[in-house]
Protein backbone atom coordinates (compact mmCIF):
# COMPACT_ATOMS: atom_id res chain seq x y z
CA UNK A 1 0.00 0.00 0.00
CA UNK A 2 0.86 4.06 -1.14
CA UNK A 3 -0.27 6.72 1.30
CA UNK A 4 -0.10 9.93 -0.11
CA UNK A 5 -0.60 13.63 1.42
CA UNK A 6 -1.22 16.52 -0.86
CA UNK A 7 -0.14 19.77 0.72
CA UNK A 8 0.05 23.55 -0.52
CA UNK A 9 -3.44 24.30 -1.89
CA UNK A 10 -4.92 27.35 -1.15
CA UNK A 11 -6.33 30.90 -2.48
CA UNK A 12 -3.94 32.73 -4.64
CA UNK A 13 -5.35 35.54 -7.61
CA UNK A 14 -5.22 35.34 -11.29
CA UNK A 15 -1.50 35.50 -12.53
CA UNK A 16 -0.16 34.05 -9.19
CA UNK A 17 1.34 30.89 -8.39
CA UNK A 18 1.53 28.25 -5.79
CA UNK A 19 3.51 25.28 -5.64
CA UNK A 20 1.80 21.78 -4.59
CA UNK A 21 3.58 18.43 -3.10
CA UNK A 22 2.96 15.53 -2.42
CA UNK A 23 4.33 13.21 -0.16
CA UNK A 24 4.55 9.30 -0.49
CA UNK A 25 4.52 6.75 2.54
CA UNK A 26 4.39 3.27 2.72
CA UNK A 27 5.58 0.86 -0.35
CA UNK A 28 7.99 3.85 -1.22
CA UNK A 29 10.59 1.33 -2.01
CA UNK A 30 8.40 0.58 -5.42
CA UNK A 31 9.12 2.31 -8.56
CA UNK A 32 5.88 4.07 -10.11
CA UNK A 33 4.73 6.71 -12.08
CA UNK A 34 2.62 9.42 -10.36
CA UNK A 35 0.56 11.96 -11.82
CA UNK A 36 -2.15 15.32 -10.85
CA UNK A 37 -5.60 15.22 -11.39
CA UNK A 38 -8.14 17.85 -10.46
CA UNK A 39 -11.82 17.83 -9.99
CA UNK A 40 -13.87 21.01 -10.41
CA UNK A 41 -17.18 21.58 -8.85
CA UNK A 42 -20.15 20.18 -10.74
CA UNK A 43 -17.34 18.64 -13.13
CA UNK A 44 -15.50 14.96 -13.82
CA UNK A 45 -11.98 14.48 -12.70
CA UNK A 46 -9.53 15.77 -14.90
CA UNK A 47 -5.58 14.83 -15.67
CA UNK A 48 -3.19 17.52 -15.36
CA UNK A 49 0.17 16.27 -15.13
CA UNK A 50 2.27 12.85 -15.01
CA UNK A 51 5.90 11.74 -14.20
CA UNK A 52 7.68 8.69 -15.04
CA UNK A 53 9.83 7.09 -12.10
CA UNK A 54 13.19 8.53 -13.06
CA UNK A 55 11.42 12.38 -13.66
CA UNK A 56 12.82 12.28 -16.95
CA UNK A 57 9.48 11.97 -18.83
CA UNK A 58 6.43 14.22 -18.18
CA UNK A 59 3.08 15.02 -19.87
CA UNK A 60 0.55 18.05 -19.48
CA UNK A 61 -2.87 18.20 -19.97
CA UNK A 62 -3.33 21.38 -23.14
CA UNK A 63 -4.77 23.58 -20.15
CA UNK A 64 -1.89 23.64 -18.38
CA UNK A 65 1.51 23.14 -20.64
CA UNK A 66 3.66 25.98 -20.16
CA UNK A 67 2.06 27.08 -17.15
CA UNK A 68 2.48 23.89 -14.75
CA UNK A 69 6.08 21.79 -14.12
CA UNK A 70 5.72 18.50 -12.17
CA UNK A 71 8.79 17.27 -10.80
CA UNK A 72 9.60 14.66 -7.99
CA UNK A 73 12.52 13.70 -5.48
CA UNK A 74 12.32 10.24 -5.25
CA UNK A 75 15.05 10.44 -1.77
CA UNK A 76 12.44 12.68 -0.43
CA UNK A 77 9.16 10.27 -2.01
CA UNK A 78 7.68 13.50 -2.80
CA UNK A 79 6.14 15.22 -5.85
CA UNK A 80 5.46 18.97 -7.06
CA UNK A 81 3.32 20.74 -9.27
CA UNK A 82 4.97 24.29 -9.54
CA UNK A 83 1.67 26.44 -11.12
CA UNK A 84 1.80 29.54 -12.46
CA UNK A 85 -0.13 32.37 -14.14
CA UNK A 86 -3.11 30.77 -12.35
CA UNK A 87 -6.54 31.27 -13.78
CA UNK A 88 -9.73 31.24 -12.24
CA UNK A 89 -10.32 28.05 -14.31
CA UNK A 90 -8.03 26.33 -12.39
CA UNK A 91 -9.25 26.61 -9.30
CA UNK A 92 -10.26 22.46 -8.26
CA UNK A 93 -9.09 19.70 -5.61
CA UNK A 94 -6.18 18.54 -6.65
CA UNK A 95 -5.20 14.83 -6.22
CA UNK A 96 -2.06 13.37 -6.61
CA UNK A 97 -1.94 9.76 -8.06
CA UNK A 98 0.54 6.88 -7.81
CA UNK A 99 0.31 3.95 -10.68
CA UNK A 100 0.91 0.30 -9.35
CA UNK A 101 4.52 -1.12 -8.12
CA UNK A 102 6.20 -1.61 -11.22
CA UNK A 103 3.89 0.76 -13.51
CA UNK A 104 6.77 3.24 -14.69
CA UNK A 105 5.84 5.26 -17.17
CA UNK A 106 3.15 7.86 -16.89
CA UNK A 107 -0.68 7.90 -18.45
CA UNK A 108 -3.52 10.68 -18.47
CA UNK A 109 -6.60 8.19 -17.72
CA UNK A 110 -7.41 7.74 -13.79
CA UNK A 111 -7.74 4.46 -13.83
CA UNK A 112 -3.97 4.24 -15.06
CA UNK A 113 -3.37 5.10 -11.10
CA UNK A 114 -3.94 2.37 -8.15
CA UNK A 115 -3.51 4.86 -5.04
CA UNK A 116 -4.80 8.57 -4.22
CA UNK A 117 -4.29 11.54 -1.95
CA UNK A 118 -7.37 13.03 -0.27
CA UNK A 119 -6.80 15.87 -2.53
CA UNK A 120 -6.01 19.66 -1.79
CA UNK A 121 -8.14 22.74 -2.82
CA UNK A 122 -7.19 25.48 -5.16
CA UNK A 123 -8.93 28.59 -5.66
CA UNK A 124 -7.95 31.23 -7.99
CA UNK A 125 -9.58 34.69 -7.79
CA UNK A 126 -10.47 37.00 -10.36
Known amino acids: QVQLVESGGGLVQAGGSLRLSCAASGRTSSRYAMGWFRQAPGKEREFVAA????????TYADSVRGRFTISRDNAKNTIYLQMNRLKPEDTAIYYC???????????????????WGQGTQVTVSS
Open 97 to 115: AARGPGLLLPVTTDSGYSY
Open 51 to 58: INWSGGST
